[in-house]
C-alpha cells in the first residue's frame, strides 16, 4: 500500500497563467477527519484542504483553471483516495463548484499512515502536533545497530517525504538517504547519525521556506509576486522556531543523541536549501553545518536579480563565523538550476570574504544535473561525507598495530605519512567525496605531493585505514 508524499508542487506550476485561480468546494462523509486535493493543478500532489463548515471543505488554489482534473483523498496518501459509494474506483474528476465525495476508501484518523520502506537502517513515524505550525508526519530514521547505550548526531531534512522509497512518492523519485548514508557508514567515511525527515506542508511550503527576514528588503513587484505563493503569511521564523524549540527537544528526549551545535545540522534542496542556509544563520548555536543543494535562489518560478540580491545581503549580514563550522552548496545547469549560476557565485563571494575555506565550505556544479531527485540522490553522497565527517588526523588501524598519522592537514602543497618504516610500499589512494579516485600509487617517499589536485576533500586510504584530508 502506497504511502502519498508532498512533494515540490510549486516547480510543476511555471507553465500555468498567473492570473487564474479557482476555488474548490466538496462535502465530504461523516467522521472524515481531513480532506486533500490533487491533480493536474498541483501535478498530483496533495494539498491539505480547509474546514469550512461540518462536513464541508474548501480551498481556492492560484494558478489552477476550470479545465484541470482533479481527485480528493481523506489523508496525505493514495490510499485515503474517495471511491463510489459501493466501493469502486473514481475517475479523474471535472470542475464543479460543488463537489461530493460518496465514500472514503480509508478514512485517515492520523495513525493509520504507513511509513516509507527503507534498505538500510529503520523508521519510526510520529505524527508531530506543533504549537507553532501545522501538525505533520516526521520520519526519524536510524542508522543499522542504533543503540541507546551510544549518541549520535541528527541531520534534520525537509521535504521529508522525498528522501526514502521512490515506490511512495509522487514522481516516483527519491534520494535514498537511507542507501546512501548505510552505505557511507558501513565505510567508515561518515559518523554514525541519525536523520529526522521533516514532511512539508504541501501549500503552505513556500511559506514555511523562505527565509522570513529576508522578505521586506525584496523590492516591488518580486515581493508581492513571493508573497502571492504563501497561502496567507510567512512562515519561515515559526517553522525554525518549531523545529529548534519543539522538535528537537522531543527528538533529544527520545532518541540517545548528540543534543550540542557540534553534533547538530540541517539539508535540503531548493527552497529546503534556502531555509537550510536561514537556519545556519539565524541559530548558529544549535546548528554547525548545513547542506543547500539546488538552493532556489530566485524564490518564485520566475529568475530575477532582486530576491537573490536580498537574499545574499542578508547573508552578508549575518553569516556566523567559519569556526568549527561546515556549509555546501551545489547546483546543477539544466531547469531552475540552470538560473543559478551568477547568484551562487556571488554567495560564494560572500562565504569567501567572511574567512570561509575549503575547509569549511564546498561549492560545486554538476553540467547536466537537472532540479529533481534523481539528481540529488545521484550527488548526496557528497555533501553527506562533507558535512557528516568529523574524523581527525591519526587512525587507528588494529590490524596492522599502527596509528595512521598525516600532516599537515589541511594541506596546500603536501602532506607527510606517518609511519612510514611501516608503510613504505603499501598503495595509497585518494579518492574525493564522489568516490572518484584522484590518485593511487605505492608509497614511496614519506612525503606525498598534492600539488596537481583541486582544492576540497578528499579520503586518503592506505593498509586498511581511511582518513580524510583537506586540500586548500
Known amino acids: 500500500m502506497k504511502t502519498f508524499h508532498l512533494p515540490v508542487f510549486f516547480l510543476l506550476l511555471l507553465s500555468i497563467p498567473m492570473t487564474a485561480q479557482v476555488t474548490y468546494t466538496v462535502t465530504v462523509p461523516n467522521g472524515t477527519n481531513s480532506c486533500f486535493i490533487a491533480g493536474e493543478m498541483t501535478g498530483w500532489n496533495q494539498m491539505q484542504m480547509n474546514l469550512l463548515i461540518t462536513n464541508v471543505y474548501t480551498l481556492t488554489i492560484p494558478y489552477a483553471t476550470t479545465t484541470q482534473q482533479y481527485k480528493y483523498c481523506s489523508g496525505p496518501a493514495w490510499n485515503y483516495s474517495e471511491t463510489t459509494a459501493n466501493g469502486g474506483s473514481i475517475s479523474n474528476r471535472n470542475y464543479s463548484a460543488n463537489d461530493v465525495v460518496a465514500q472514503w476508501a480509508i478514512t485517515w484518523d492520523f495513525t493509520n499512515n504507513f511509513p ?53 512518492t509522487w514522481n516516483q523519485q527519491a534520494w535514498d538517504v537511507d542507501g546512501t548514508l548505510g552505505s557511507l557508514m558501513s565505510g567508515g567515511l561518515i559518523d554514525r547519525t541519525i536523520v529526522v525527515a521533516i514532511q512539508n506542508n504541501g501549500n503552505k511550503r513556500q511559506a514555511e521556506y523562505f527565509p522570513e527576514k529576508v522578505i521586506n528588503t525584496i523590492p516591488e513587484p518580486q515581493k508581492s509576486q513571493l508573497e502571492s505563493l504563501f497561502y496567507g503569511t510567512t512562515r519561515g521564523d515559526a517553522y525554525l522556531k518549531f523545529i529548534v524549540t519543539e522538535l528537537k527537544p522531543f527528538i533529544d528526549n527520545t532518541y540517545s543523541t548528540y543534543p550540542d551545535r557540534q553534533h547538530t545540522f540541517m539539508g535540503g534542496s531548493s527552497m529546503g536549501g534556502l531555509i537550510s542556509l536561514y537556519a545556519f544563520c539565524e541559530y548558529p548555536t544549535v546548528f554547525s553545518g548545513a547542506i543547500c543543494m539546488s538552493t532556489h535562489w530566485i524564490g518564485t518560478f520566475n529568475d530575477n536579480s532582486q530576491i537573490p540580491s536580498a537574499m545574499i545581503d542578508y547573508l552578508s549580514k549575518n553569516l556566523p563565523v567559519p569556526t568549527d563550522r561546515k556549509i555546501y552548496f551545489d547546483r546543477g545547469t539544466v531547469g531552475f538550476d540552470a538560473s543559478y549560476g551568477p547568484y551562487q557565485t556571488r554567495a560564494d563571494s560572500t562565504l569567501t570574504a567572511k574567512g570561509y575555506n575549503s575547509s569549511d565550505f564546498e561549492s560545486r556544479i554538476f553540467e547536466g544535473d537537472d532540479h529533481n531527485e534523481n539528481a540529488w540522490k545521484a ?3 557528497i555533501p553527506a561525507t562533507f558535512i557528516l565527517s568529523n574524523r ?14 598525516v600532516s599537515p592537514n589541511p594541506a596546500s602543497s603536501e602532506i607527510s605519512v606517518e609511519p612510514f618504516d611501516r608503510l613504505e610500499g603499501k598503495l595509497v589512494t585518494l579518492y574525493d567525496c564522489s568516490g572518484k579516485t584522484v590518485l593511487s600509487k605505492p608509497l614511496i617517499h614519506k612525503n606525498i605531493d598534492l600539488s596537481t589536485i583541486i582544492p576540497g576533500t578528499y579520503f586518503m586510504s592506505i593498509d586498511g585505514a581511511s582518513i580524510k584530508i583537506i586540500k586548500n
Open 116 to 168: 516509507p520502506s527503507v534498505t538500510s537502517g529503520s523508521i519510526v513515524r510520529h505524527w508531530f502536533k506543533s504549537m507553532l505550525v501545522d501538525s505533520r508526519y516526521i520520519d526519524v530514521w536510524l542508522p543499522e545497530g542504533y543503540s541507546g547505550t551510544s549518541k549520535y548526531p541528527v541531520l534534520y531534512m525537509h521535504d521529508g517525504q522525498m528522501l526514502f522509497d521512490a515506490t511512495t
Open 379 to 381: 550527488r548526496f553522497n
Open 392 to 405: 581527525t588526523d591519526a587512525v587507528s588501524n588494529p590490524s596492522a598495530g599502527t596509528v595512521l598519522q
